[in-house]
């Protein structure tokens, strides 16, 4: 019944209204002027042809060949990254081939009508300034994931690599330069912009790319990966402040006219850091989780990018500088960058940077190189590029000690060029600075350049190999690992201090421990804080005497303890931080009778702190609220040290209760390295030896010290067998499971390092 009165509403008011509205043209046409009405009863043309004109007139929109547009580059582009991949080459190179296939050098020359449809002349303005859109918002992704901490750690040795391979091709640039300026430098453009040009565009590599290739390669967590994509950020910041300055020289016209325009940047660049950062950080952490960046949140941000690029563009020095800055200055909270690169990172990179390789493409005529005297030009420009910036890395890096076979990695990833050789020779075409032909062979030496990278390291590999155990090994240690210790009670710290010695290698370089303290501030004066401070590191400092170490004392006043162990952690470059929970801190707690401390449910000191309102009586996760505070908010890795009189760190146990524990397998091998520790890895559920990802890595921690690797299956987790351990090192997912499931074990257990990676 309800269903038929819905039908004949409908119907009702469909017609009713229809009657009206035809009533109502039916006027209307009444009113038209004689003239009018007659040609529109008499057109001179049909229907057909009226509906033709109207249709051709929607092809040639310029909305409408824009949006064709779109459409063909992204799905050429997806097919050229596609088969690109297939051969083992970056999809980059995929991505540029498209562009060269849409432009005149192919499509243009064989399908010269479909071209001119696709690519009018007129409408290549607006794929131009679109394509700069999401340039501008690439950059500033890119500014976003250079990761100035990992940059400072190896500042030394990147500095002496990235600029040694600056420097060269630099140098070999404008040298070719003087060859060829007469012949190919367009008119009007002095030699100083000329070479300046050619130097920098020989000079540059491709972040981007080479770090995806790292990670391809699964060198992101060796060495040499940190050593190579620290260098490559060193060389983009290096290199795009050195472009910054030629395009201020070359548009001023000369040297001394550009020192205004050089003036202009560094004050732009010195507020940015000096201001805008400082504005950027609070604002991000204060709104770094997803439901925290909210609309006008994130207009913020966005402004701040529009406002960067528009001034370093009328400044003088391109509104992509501009855009790297701003991401540069972005707030260093890993969890904002995270969710903040992934608002724009689809849109930039799958949707408007496409257009960007087609509109070089459209650019690049390679119908140019007619003679065999352009393509020997070519060829020269693709060996200086080469030799300066393969010879010069790998040179730089072997003198900086690294090996041959890093060194020629090194050399091999930072002659990668891909997209921001693109991205520099587009700014010297827009600037005059470049002429046809120039462009053409640059945009070929970025290929033959990024293509021929895979196929080096590759050859590397083959001639100079290196064992699968021996990178995990470099994987697992690096050279220098920096532990922060944040104790309360001093006997606390010097366990903690006992603890983490057996992380570090036993050579002076790689110990760094630095012991923290944090005092309320209402227990201190002027008077009695040298005092307090000494008593507080004498257990920790006769500890180290003993053990042979040092570590570094940090102490001071407090308002806000976890708070101020968080931002200690998180801005100093450490590699993990280890906190310390005693007998004290579970007494008269649920868990605490889990774990073997107590028999009471609940103290009395509980109860009452509970009905004051100083504790809940329940908490949600298996930590007090300050330490699940600290777990959370914390970048780097955390150990939580759950002390039962920990005497020595001899026998450890490690457990791999799921395949996301085998992380732990890192921490054993440091253990391993460290002295004379045994490890046993326990693998209850066989997960390790069934897994082919982590079956070599477990290989490298038992060719670290095969006779102190013992490897167990089954659960085996009784009194008996646990009391042989002195130390119980878990993941802190598989912790949570444990205490949940109120496992009986852990009331038997030795002291429990548990550690979320």
Not at 194 to 206: E, K, R
Not at 530 to 552: D, M, S, V
Request: glycine residues 6%.
């Amino acid at each position: 019944m309800k269903n038929l009165r819905n039908l004949f509403f409908y119907i009702i008011t469909i017609g009713v209204f229809s009657t009206l509205l035809y009533f109502f043209m039916q006027q209307g046409q009444n009113l038209e002027s004689p003239a009018l009405a007659a040609s529109s009863k008499d057109p001179g043309t049909s229907s057909w042809e009226q509906f033709w004109d109207t249709f051709r007139h929607g092809l040639s929109h310029p909305l409408a060949i824009l949006l064709l547009q779109i459409i063909t580059i992204i799905l050429i582009a997806r097919i050229f990254g596609f088969l690109c991949r297939k051969i083992g080459q970056p999809s980059v190179v995929g991505e540029i081939a498209a562009g060269i296939f849409l432009g005149p050098s192919l499509a243009g020359m064989y399908f010269p009508q479909v071209s001119a449809f696709l690519f009018p002349a007129q409408s290549l303005g607006n794929l131009q300034f679109l394509s700069q859109i999401g340039l501008i918002l690439f950059m500033f992704i890119i500014g976003m994931e250079l990761d100035l901490k990992t940059l400072k750690s190896k500042a030394e040795e990147a500095v002496v690599i990235s600029h040694a391979s600056i420097i060269l091709p630099f140098s070999l640039g404008v040298g070719l330069a003087l060859m060829i300026y007469q012949r190919f430098a367009p008119a009007g453009i002095n030699f100083l912009s000329f070479a300046l040009f050619i130097g920098i565009a020989l000079s540059i590599t491709a972040f981007p790319v080479l770090a995806r290739i790292v990670q391809e390669r699964g060198l992101s967590r060796t060495r040499l990966g940190t050593m190579v994509i620290t260098c490559a950020a060193t060389d983009d910041i290096t290199a795009w402040c050195i472009l910054a300055a030629v395009i201020a020289i070359v548009k001023a016209g000369s040297f001394l006219s550009s020192l205004y325009t050089i003036a202009l940047a560094v004050v732009y660049v010195v507020i940015m850091l000096k201001l805008v950062r400082p504005f950027l950080k609070r604002i991000g952490d204060h709104y770094a989780y997803r439901e925290g960046l909210t609309k006008p949140v994130v207009a913020v941000f966005f402004v701040t990018l529009l406002l960067s690029s528009y001034c370093s563009e009328i400044i003088g020095i391109h509104a992509l500088f501009g855009a790297f800055m701003a991401g540069v200055i972005m707030p260093a909270n890993q969890n904002f960058r995270t969710i903040f690169t992934e608002k724009v990172e689809d849109v930039s990179l799958v949707l408007l940077l496409p257009l960007f390789f087609v509109f070089t493409g459209l650019r690049t005529q390679i119908g140019l190189l007619n003679d065999i005297y352009l393509w020997k030009i070519t060829g020269l420009i693709i060996l200086a590029a080469v030799a300066g910036k393969f010879l010069g890395s790998a040179i730089a890096a072997r003198m900086v000690r690294q090996s041959w076979r890093d060194s020629l990695i090194i050399g091999s990833l930072m002659n990668t060029r891909g997209l921001m050789e693109l991205v520099v020779l587009n700014i010297g075409y827009d600037i005059g600075v470049l002429s046809p032909e120039i462009f053409a062979m640059m945009v070929i030496m970025a290929l033959a350049t990024t293509c021929m990278t895979g196929p080096a390291l590759d050859l590397i590999d083959r001639f100079l190999p290196q064992n699968n155990w021996e990178s995990m090994l470099e994987s697992a240690i690096p050279s220098r690992f920096s532990v922060l210790i944040a104790f309360a009670s001093p006997q606390g710290g010097k366990k903690m201090l006992r603890l983490v010695y057996h992380f570090l290698q036993k050579d002076a370089e790689s110990q760094h421990i630095t012991a923290l303290h944090l005092s309320p501030s209402s227990y201190l004066n002027q008077v009695n804080t040298e005092a307090y401070q000494a008593e507080t590191f004498r257990p920790i400092t006769e500890e180290a005497e003993h053990l042979g170490t040092t570590f570094a004392p940090l102490f001071r006043p407090s308002k806000n303890i976890d708070n101020d162990i968080i931002d200690t952690a998180n801005s100093g470059e450490y590699d993990m931080l280890v906190i310390g929970m005693g007998r004290s801190v579970f007494e008269g707690t649920f868990l605490g009778k889990v774990l073997g401390f107590t028999s009471k449910i609940i103290s009395r000191e509980r109860w009452s702190d509970t009905l004051t309102g100083k504790e809940k009586f329940f908490h949600s996760d298996v930590f007090d609220e300050k330490t699940t505070h600290i777990i959370r908010s914390v970048k780097v890795p955390v150990g939580i040290l759950i002390e039962k009189n920990l005497a020595r760190v001899h026998r450890i146990l490690i457990p791999v209760f799921a395949p996301a524990d085998q992380f732990l397998l890192r921490y054993g091998q440091k253990m391993l390295l460290s002295g004379d520790a045994e490890v046993t890895i326990m693998d209850p559920s066989e997960s390790l030896s069934q897994n082919p990802d982590v079956t070599g890595h477990l290989a490298a921690v038992q060719e670290t010290a095969p006779e102190r690797v013992i490897l167990h299956y089954g659960n085996a987790l009784d009194r008996d067998f646990l009391q042989q351990f002195d130390l119980l090192v878990m993941s802190l997912a598989s912790w949570k499971k444990a205490v949940e499931a109120h496992s009986v074990w852990l009331s038997q257990s030795p002291s429990v390092l548990v550690i979320r990676d």
